[in-house]
């Protein structure tokens, strides 16, 4: 009971001020946006119809920034004082990072959702149980990627340094090499090889079989696995890291 | 309200061990205000950081407010009240609405959460202030919020770090009339650091004093003062050699014409003192008492200043 008590109070402190200002996701999505039309439009033909392609790659982009951001908050927290005035109340540990990664979800799927909106007029084929089945695919890997980036921040804090130089260095290899913005497939081995061994690929390649209703597509199992499997280590690390005490 | 035995925090840094806390054995009673002086890195922010269960003890016991800072964290938590060095309210939320999740975060339902944030509001002074983000307050302001949230679950026990550092003077003396104004309201126990010495000086009723993890004086104010200081005298004399003369007789030490003299009680010693030279013909020409500080004291016990101390900005 205290824990979900707590969860909602860390959920609704963290989400109000995203009510207040609604454009600001919005303005997060300009990145996302812009590659969609850009290259949505550029290779419209070379890889089938490219909104159907690139549609689920962008979605998986936005997953790898949008948790990223979430542990930013928590550094700034870390470095004002006010994560310190959190932790001298009673409020469960977990329930912090539970109730921040659930604002970040909750952000992420608005996201999706207005991306998939976007791009049903340009002409994206919705498959309704595919896209619903990917969003929560999405979900899981987000709530991993967002244990990662709050246990990066807690080991960053109180410089913060750390945080930007991994973040910054491992984001855009693992984007770039997962096939989100080109396909791997005409690629030479070494960087299909490389794609291999990095877990986005996976959940690109079932998020592309989802959203196009290829329900049945084995690249789903890996990349449901995938997602999974980073669920469970970045929530074993945070919850680690958040109980072992912070600073 | 406070009980320690031992307590002891070390810490591994680059394969080097640091003794930050030595082992202190403290107890401090219900409605205490104590001051808590120390140089940088003496061990005050470890220990409040134990007391207040942001940080493990290595070894020892800390008792807070009845309960066990290590077996029982939780109990703690909920009946102390804690105002960092750093600023409690998050920049991207709204005054009123910290307060509300704080007392949300001690477990109160939401419109008794609610009724308390105004309540806190109006008795610090921030009710204009409701509706804007920290970061358009002034130091002042941002400082009584900060008390504010420290305050919600009307603590017992209150820790209070470096409370009036970086603030302007007005600013300062309004900080502390709040902090008096709610021990004195609700006997609360206060449990602070500050490295501006005057200010300990004039609130506090017990002074403890750390220097390398270890505590090296604890007293009043004017215990302290009195039995590790001492009062100054400072005559001057009419010649260098008078003035010599003087210091090695009396303990003190000469500069030029002047002498420095430690004495217990300065008002009472003085005249004695003159009647004294006078009788084998030491001509003063002036004389002066003075009261010590605390920076005497620390200096008697350690031969260094406090006020050196490259001071946190």
Redesign the interface.
């Known amino acids: 009971m205290t824990f979900l008590r707590d969860t909602a109070t860390v959920f609704s402190r963290e989400f109000r001020p995203q009510l207040r200002e609604p454009y600001g996701l919005l303005f997060e999505m300009g990145q996302p946006l812009l590659f969609l039309f850009l290259f949505g439009s550029l290779l419209d033909g070379a890889v089938g119809s490219s909104w159907q392609w690139f549609v689920p790659g962008i979605l998986v982009m936005m997953c790898l920034t949008g948790p990223m951001s979430a542990g930013y908050t928590l550094l700034v927290e870390l470095i004002g004082g006010s994560m310190e005035r959190m932790l001298v109340t009673p409020l469960n540990r977990t329930a912090m990072l539970v109730g921040k990664s659930a604002k970040a979800m909750i952000v992420l799927l608005a996201q999706a959702v207005l991306i998939i909106a976007l791009a049903v007029p340009l002409g994206f084929e919705l498959h309704a149980a595919g896209v619903l089945a990917g969003l929560a695919q999405l979900v899981v890997f987000g709530v991993g990627l967002g244990a990662f980036s709050f246990v990066l921040a807690i080991k960053s804090a109180p410089g913060g340094t750390l945080f930007y130089v991994v973040s910054q260095s491992i984001l855009f290899p693992l984007l770039l090499l997962s096939g989100v913005l080109l396909p791997l497939e005409t690629a030479p081995a070494w960087l299909r090889a490389i794609g291999q061994v990095n877990p986005v690929t996976y959940v690109v390649d079932a998020q592309r079989s989802l959203f196009a209703g290829d329900l049945t597509n084995p690249s789903i199992l890996y990349g449901t696995a995938s997602a999974c499997l980073i669920a469970a280590a970045g929530l074993h690390l945070g919850n680690r890291a958040m109980r072992k005490g912070v600073g | 309200m406070i009980h320690t035995r031992g307590l002891t925090r070390v810490f591994t840094v680059k394969k080097e061990t640091v003794e930050a806390v030595r082992g202190i054995d403290l107890d401090v009673a219900a409605g205490q205000l104590v001051a808590f002086l120390g140089p940088n890195g003496a061990g005050k922010s470890t220990t409040l950081r134990m007391l ?5 003890p290595t070894s020892g016991t800390a008792t807070v407010a009845g309960h066990d800072v290590a077996t029982d964290p ?1 109990g703690v ?2 009946r ?1 009240g ?1 105002v ?11 005054a009123r ?2 307060l509300v ?2 007392g ?4 109160l339902p939401a419109k008794e959460a609610a009724a308390r944030a105004d309540e806190l509001l109006d008795l610090l002074d921030l009710r204009p202030l409701a509706k804007r983000k920290p970061g358009t307050l002034s130091g002042g302001q941002r400082r009584r919020l ?1 008390l504010a ?2 305050l919600v679950h009307r603590p017992d026990l209150l820790f209070l770090d470096e409370p009036s550092t970086g603030l302007d003077p007005k600013s300062r003396a309004d900080i502390w009339e709040h902090i008096l104004r709610l021990r004195e309201t609700y006997g609360t126990t206060l449990f602070l650091t500050t490295h501006y010495l005057e200010e300990a000086d004039d609130i506090a009723e017990r002074v403890l004093i750390i220097d390398n993890g270890t505590i090296i004086a604890d007293g009043t104010p004017e215990q302290l003062k009195n039995d590790l200081a001492g009062d100054r005298i400072t005559l001057t004399t009419s010649t260098e050699e008078e003035a010599r003369r003087v210091a090695v007789l009396n303990d003190g030490t000469a500069d030029g014409a002047t002498v420095r003299l430690r004495v217990a009680h300065a008002a009472a010693a003085l005249p004695e003192l003159l009647r004294t030279l006078d009788g084998s013909g030491v001509k003063v020409t002036a004389a002066e008492t003075a009261r010590p500080t605390l920076d005497d004291v620390f200096l008697a016990l350690t031969g260094r200043s406090l006020t050196n101390d490259d001071i946190p900005a």
């Open positions: 207040t269960t942001l940080l493990p939780a938590r909920s102390i804690y960092g060095q750093r600023h409690s309210a998050g920049e991207d939320f709204l609405d910290e999740t704080q949300r975060c001690y477990g900060d949230l420290g």
